[in-house]
């Protein structure tokens, strides 16, 4: 797994390592994803935000958070990935993944 094992959800450890399979076809679908148009790396960490945001995943939210801030960005800009949302999604919605982005940013 990656160098920051220690900081992923035990849950997903565990997960990945009874089901090595499945994390490596999740891995290789993450590349192909990647690989399938224009976007480059920091683009697609922008909207990978807003998507969890939408979804409601706060796991996922916190991971492509801590993965945001591997690739130099901003705080700032991923507060205002975060917002940008929140005529579709509402306010509560909007402020609760605020809320989960503000504990995985202070433990940086």
Do not use: Y
Not at 81 to 96: D, E, H, K
Request: hydrophobic content about 40%; aromatic content about 6%; charged content about 25%.
């Amino acid at each position: 797994m990656a160098k920051h094992d220690s900081e992923l959800p035990k849950t997903f450890v565990n997960f990945s390592e009874r089901f090595p399979e499945l994390q490596q076809a999740h891995k290789q679908l993450g590349k192909a994803l990647a690989d399938a148009g224009p976007l480059d790396e920091k683009s697609r960490a922008l909207v990978k935000l807003g998507i969890c945001v939408g979804a409601g995943r706060e796991s996922a939210l916190k991971s492509h958070i801590r993965r945001s801030l591997e690739l130099d960005i901003t705080r700032e800009e991923i507060e205002h990935a975060l917002v940008l949302g929140m005529n579709s999604i509402g306010f509560p919605a909007t402020v609760a993944a605020w809320q989960w982005a503000q504990e995985a940013l202070s433990k940086e």
